[in-house]
């Protein structure tokens, strides 16, 4: 789906754009001043948008499940902290995104550090209030801790640089496990890697690149240039830092139960439980040159995605692997 959208955004920059007017696009540029307009139609939008968000979410994710007083819930071990990682992440990328909408309605830089930050904040604690209301999950101080992190990040290096010169990004592959027949501890069901791997994860694409803790990659994508401005190191080549899991099958170990009260559970030594770093190179889309500003910001909100590039991989299980193609 990413790939697709990139596609069709270049094409409507490279087709489209030449054949309008030379300032059809010069709305997109920030406006120098508050610019009223701009200003209250973001925010009428983005309340519109956060209202269907959040009831779209309660829908598919929370309705089936029952509801109970208030409460917390200690995950800051699950997942191999996958899950944490993936809040760092999100809660940096909204920062991000809402600064440069922020700028855009020509609020000045200190208001809008301060409206990213609050209003990331608030849009992750939505995630976490919902939680905290369920029956199957609990409000998650962990959570918490690595949303400020991930928004401390992004607001911390444009106070200092007025620059991001460590990104946060995520790559994804759609590896599917085993569809080979898997028994149940008693030995009377049947079930497949696979099947559980798809419960978990769910099976589009969209699903699977945000939950999907066995194909992710997050990553910390570092310009060098920015730390040595005289050398000749190219200002859009990064250096990334990336971090994994593997055969991650439930929260704390790779056992479960289904929905008939079947339980299955992998052996380790089949199935051990690893994580992953990775060094790899990565481009920063920002840094690409464009006048278009239709790609440019286009450019800037897929600056997310990590490239896919060869890589080197170290895990706990003590091996040290090349990767000709990481995705």
């Not at 849009?123 to 959570?143: P, Y």
């Not at 990336?242 to 056992?255: C, D, K, Q, W």
């Amino acid at each position: 789906m990413q790939k697709t959208l990139y596609i069709l955004l270049l094409l409507w920059s490279v087709v489209i754009t030449p054949a309008c007017a030379q300032d059809a696009w010069q709305w997109m540029t920030p406006a120098d001043t508050l610019h009223k307009q701009r200003f209250w139609g973001t925010v009428g939008a983005g309340a519109v948008i956060y209202t269907g968000a959040a009831y779209g979410l309660y829908q598919t994710w929370y309705k089936d499940y029952e509801l109970t007083k208030f409460r917390t819930f200690d995950d800051a071990r699950e997942w191999q902290q996958m899950d944490k990682a993936g809040h760092f992440l999100t809660t940096y990328s909204e920062a991000r995104w809402l600064y440069d909408g922020a700028r855009w309605t020509g609020l000045d830089k200190r208001r809008s550090l301060w409206l990213a930050g609050g209003i990331s904040m608030f849009l992750q604690g939505t995630l976490e209030v919902m939680d905290g209301f369920s029956a199957e999950w609990g409000f998650s101080w962990s959570d918490i801790g690595f949303n400020t992190l991930g928004m401390g990040l992004f607001v911390a290096q444009e106070s200092i640089w007025d620059d991001q010169r460590i990104i946060l990004k995520i790559s994804t592959n759609r590896k599917l496990p085993s569809a080979a027949p898997l028994l149940s501890t008693n030995g009377e069901a049947m079930s497949s890697l696979r099947m559980r791997h798809i419960d978990l994860y769910g099976s589009s694409v969209p699903e699977r690149f945000l939950k999907d803790y066995n194909t992710m990659t997050i990553w910390a994508s570092v310009s060098p240039k920015a730390f040595a401005p005289q050398s000749r190191w190219p200002n859009w080549l990064n250096i990334a830092v990336g971090y994994g899991s593997e055969n991650l099958y439930g929260g704390f170990s790779n056992t479960w139960t289904d929905e008939n009260n079947n339980s299955f559970s992998l052996p380790e030594t089949d199935y051990p439980r690893y994580r992953q770093l990775y060094l790899s190179f990565d481009i920063d889309m920002k840094k690409i040159r464009t006048k278009r500003p239709l790609l440019r910001s286009a450019l800037s909100i897929l600056n997310v995605i990590k490239i896919p590039a060869p890589a080197l991989e170290w895990n706990t299980l003590g091996q040290v692997k090349f990767h000709p193609l990481h995705f």
